[in-house]
């Protein structure tokens, strides 16, 4: 049992994080840093996203436990090192997963002040927290845990399969001051969420038998839309549907994007953004699982009587499905989406430059950047948090470097780097997060890799 739980929690490792891009937040001037601040600064004429390839990412990461805790080879018995991870789990241990591919990207300037720019991008978005008690019940047992309440509130996890079709703009409202939003409605091709769930089982001992357990005000569900269909309660195997279903499927909704670029001096420069505001509503092919109630179990006194024979097992399974009963249902709900805030101050240095804009004019601009970045995401148990500092320098108009150094949940060691090259009108992207972790990627917390292909007109 031990190893084939932890089987899936491997493989959920393997695939499966948050959508802390910060490297690509405000890194020179590139078309998808509009996607994390929609008041990031342009100074070209219009871009084109080559398709499938203007903006890959994946981001995976898992607090708690690493591969090598399991698999390293120490001579340790893996149910021993199984057990040592789940007795060391955290209440706010996690796993999480966030995969884009940008399929159509594009934008173009309306007019000197104004830049328009719109997409339409496919994303996995996976989250769910260690639920340590479960764990332990399913792995060791209830009888060296008598008089311990094992909470099944820690079960809460979400699973996104969606699209998302977008539109925004940035406006220069003067020298300082550049202001921007976005309008996104979401596709929802697959979801599956528990959250919010109640309920403690326990065992103390007792009078009448030697143990008594109990599952008091249970109250546990899953949702899920677009995974099983509802006429004939079947599991959706077609992948195909999958895709038709995040451009314009049944299951819908919006939400917003705003942000702000502020220039405090030349060299001195606040911004900011809120991502993500909004929700789906799911209400096709919707499967609904609940369990809710208390149950007390005594054990068994068995008798025998030949005349008179007792199912127990059917009288204990007839009381257990009354008392606590799972119901299934096909109402529709809402979903809402992760909403994420950043936040960060850059402060320019080093040799002034100009470079052509859009209209022939020149726009002076620093080789050298420092700064730090603040990025928040909202997750069911609480905020989840990261601080970044940054480096940024350009080697010359068309080649940009920059380094970051970021603390967060998962490492206190994340060194990233990235690197934007323009070749005439040829622009390519690419950035790795985690570096010091590819010495041994089975000890690595978190991963990180973007890379894209752009078209840049001045």
Known sequence: MKKLLFLLLIL?????????????YNFAELPQTLL?????????????????LSNISTQTGSKGFVLSDIFAVDNRNINDKISEVISNLKTNDFIKLNTQIEVLSGGFRLNDKTYINFGFYEEIDAFGYYPKDVLTLLTEGNNAFINKNFRISQISYKL??????????????DEKLTLGARFKIYSSAFNMQSTNNTGTFSTYESTNNLYTSYFNAVNLNARTSGLVNSETNQYIEDTSQYLKN????DNLGLGFDVGFTYHMSPQLEISGSILDVGFINHKTNIKNTKVEGD??????????DSDNPRNYWGEIDERLKEQLPITEDQESYISWRPTKINAALKYSFGERRSKVCYDNSFNDFYTDALGFQLHTVFRPFNPQLAFTGFYQKSITNKLHTKFTYTIDDL??????????AQIWNVNFYGMVDNLLSYRNLSAANSLSLQVGFNLIFN
């Open 36 to 52: 994390l601040n929609p008041a990031s600064e342009t100074n070209y004429k219009f871009h084109i996203g080559i398709s499938f």
């Open 246 to 249: 995040t451009f314009f499927g």
């Open 295 to 304: 149950f007390v179990y005594e054990g068994v006194n068995f008798t025998f």
């Open 160 to 173: 996104d399969v969606l699209g998302v079709l977008h539109a925004g703009f940035s406006k220069k409202i």
């Open 411 to 420: 490492s206190f060691t994340n060194i990233g780097a990235g690197l934007s």
């Open 12 to 24: 959920c490792a393997l695939k499966i994080t948050a959508q802390n891009k910060q490297i690509l």
